[in-house]
């Protein structure tokens, strides 16, 4: 069975915006992800690789590239699934550690959590030894420009999906929200069933786009629902996932693989950063 991944940079770009400052960090993350699998790795640890290789870079809003809120400062969110088991981990609100998706699935791997969140979330990744950085690690000149310029932009997101092998499915997603958020603003990115799911009898999912509807739908986990219940297709189920945002006023996009190794990546906003490691073993980049 051979391997696939897929992974987002997020859905909040103009339709203008040239693919060619972010194609290095995509390739990066795609490469992460793939050197994993290829080595005969769980989806897991490939997803995992993907989204640290993208929290790491400054050009993507996740990790030290994330968005100022309302106050100046930063506050992440991450969560992580395993299609084989359906356990999860996430953490909200968190200001200091460098790759919220490792403490996230820290969360899932050692404690009888889902989501841990703000001080008490960053407490537990200091007891599993995590990287943390002062706060200085995660200013970007043009996220605060974008702050005083009141730019909101609900759409910076990253986030992978995989298929191992064993045919194991894993999702994970991480974000910085959106630039002026309100403090202790929590979005979809780390609620499981709203901006991830994996589930090894459908597919796994991870969301970029307007968070409070992504919530208010349980967007990816209604990609899987879609999948279940109506056997549609995974394309014609992420399709009709993103039609319920529109109707509600929102836009934004998704990265889903299900069981087969089928890969979506639909979205209804202007552009969606995204890439792909299909069967064929070729990594392919996307903007529009």
Not at 255 to 279: H, K, W, Y
Request: hydrophobic share 45%.
């Amino acid at each position: 069975m051979r391997p696939v991944l897929a992974l987002h940079g997020g859905a909040g770009l103009s339709g203008k915006t040239p693919l060619g400052p972010y194609r290095a960090g995509l390739l990066r993350a795609l490469r992460a992800g793939w050197d994993v699998l290829d080595a005969g790795g769980t989806s897991l640890d490939a997803v995992s690789a993907a989204v640290v290789a993208l929290e790491d870079d400054p050009l993507f809003n996740a990790g030290r590239g994330a968005v100022y809120n309302a106050e100046r400062k930063h506050e992440l969110d991450a969560s992580i699934m395993d299609g084989a088991s359906r356990r999860a981990g996430a953490v909200a609100a968190v200001s200091r550690i460098r790759n919220p998706v490792l403490a996230a699935r820290a969360v899932m791997e050692h404690s009888p959590h889902v989501m841990l969140a703000g001080k008490g979330a960053e407490r537990f990744a200091r007891q599993h030894k995590l990287n943390f950085e002062q706060p200085a690690y995660f200013h970007t000149a043009s996220r605060l420009a974008a702050l005083r310029k009141n730019l909101e932009g609900h759409h910076g997101t990253v986030g992978a999906v995989a298929r191992d092998a064993r045919g194991n499915l894993a999702a994970a997603t991480s974000t910085g929200g959106f630039t002026g958020k309100l403090a202790g603003r929590v979005g979809d990115s780390p609620i499981i069933g709203a901006g991830t799911w994996a589930d090894n009898a459908t597919c796994a999912v991870s969301g970029t786009g307007h968070g409070e509807l992504f919530m208010r739908t349980a967007l990816a986990h209604d990609v899987a629902a879609r999948v279940r219940y109506r056997g549609e297709s995974l394309a014609r189920a992420a399709a009709g996932a993103l039609a319920a945002i529109a109707r509600l006023g929102g836009d934004g996009g998704l990265v889903a693989v299900d069981r087969r190794g089928n890969i979506a990546m639909p979205f209804n906003s202007e552009a969606m950063l995204r890439g792909c490691i299909g069967r064929d073993g070729k990594p392919r980049l996307w903007r529009a």
